[in-house]
């Protein structure tokens, strides 16, 4: 699914300031997969998450996505890959405050033209894929803990039907328990409905979690790792029971 071939990221390039944060990243990943990727701040994992999400492209070197090399593209060609194929969770999702839980995840699909009853319809199938039930559907985001607000983050990126999950940090605000809940609600749509999943984070504990960890550090992939017996968080949190 994903193929990046001696990849480098060099901001301010041609400048005294120029910074090279990624330098001759190559690896893939096959659909289905969940990996995590780990180091520590400042090693790059953000500049890989926006190369892997069609949100930048790379100074050199070759990313190719579902066969298509997505490295040369234009920014208008690069926003119709990632609303076909690419959903993205942040650490710090805000929630638009004053409109509901449906309605913050139907956005996306206002963009996109989608007629209203197939925006009602899609967002209901998101939330509920994403552990959150229909009591919840009409709360304003003060109504909602921080695992409820990121189990909405993870249903907006879902409702584009991506093959592909980008999550930066998602737990990176959340108590270990609500982590164990956003992290089960991933491995269920990994498992389950077969989304590739890519996860960034610094805790190891967190990223135990995944079917794969990639390290990095200054740029450049230092371990990369299957194993064999991830972390089960579905199991781990009995908090986790609204099912799929
Ligand atoms: N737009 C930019 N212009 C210049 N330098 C940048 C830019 N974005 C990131 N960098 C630099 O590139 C390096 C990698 O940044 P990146 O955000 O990818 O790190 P990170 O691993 O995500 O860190 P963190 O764990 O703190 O989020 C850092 O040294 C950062 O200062
Ligand atoms: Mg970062």
């Known amino acids: 699914m994903i193929e990046f071939s001696h990849i480098t990221k060099t901001y301010n390039s041609d400048t005294p300031e120029a910074y090279t944060a990624l330098n001759n990243i190559s690896f893939s990943i096959d659909e289905g997969e969940f990996v995590a990727i780990m180091g520590p701040s400042g090693s790059g994992k953000s500049t890989l998450m926006h190369i892997l999400g069609c949100l930048d492209t790379p100074t050199s070197g070759t990313y190719t996505l579902d066969g298509k090399d997505v490295s040369t593209m234009s920014d208008d060609e690069l926003a119709d890959i990632r609303k076909d194929k690419i959903g993205f969770v942040f650490q710090s999702f805000n929630l638009l405050s004053r409109t509901t839980v449906l309605r913050n995840v139907m956005l996306p699909l206002v963009y996109a033209g989608v007629p209203l009853e197939e ?8 939330l509920i894929a994403a552990g959150l039930t229909e009591s919840h559907f009409y709360h ?94 579905i199991g781990e949190t009995k908090l986790y029971d609204n099912a799929v």
Not at 119 to 126: E, L, V
Not at 181 to 201: A, P, S, Y
């Open 119 to 126: 925006r009602h319809a899609r967002a209901t199938a998101s």
């Open 140 to 233: 304003l985001s003060n109504q909602l803990s921080g695992g409820q607000i990121q189990r909405v983050a993870i249903a907006r990126a879902l409702v584009n039907d991506p093959a592909l999950i980008l999550a930066d940090e998602p737990t990176g605000n959340l108590d270990s328990r609500t982590s164990l809940v956003v992290l089960g609600t991933l491995q269920k749509l990994n498992r389950e409905h077969g989304r590739t999943i890519i996860l960034i984070t610094h805790e190891p504990d967190i990223a135990e979690h995944a079917n794969r960890i990639i390290r990095i550090r200054d740029g450049e992939i230092v371990s990369d790792e299957k194993s064999r017996s991830p972390r089960d968080a």
